[in-house]
């Protein structure tokens, strides 16, 4: 059985734009719903690469959405 290669990411040129740090680094807060943080990541299934994005309440660590989809032109 042949293993699946890493599911290639982007990897932005040093001139590229970024986005704004709008919390400054800042990963706290004192009430729920004020900061949501989100991040993704790419899990290998028995059939395939699948991401996963995920939604975290700052203040109470709770994901609050979350999506998994196929990645890398699978379908």
């Not at 729920?32 to 989100?38: F, K």
């Not at 028995?46 to 660590?61: E, G, L, M, Q």
């Amino acid at each position: 059985m042949v293993r699946a290669k890493r599911p290639r990411t982007t990897r932005p040129a040093p001139e590229t734009a970024r986005p704004a740090d709008l919390v400054e680094r800042q990963f706290t807060t004192q009430t729920p719903n004020v900061l949501w943080v989100a991040d993704i990541t790419y899990i290998r299934t028995f059939s395939r690469w699948v991401y996963a994005a995920f939604v975290v309440d700052v203040f109470s660590r709770m994901v609050v959405g979350w999506q998994v989809h196929p990645c890398c032109g699978q379908g």
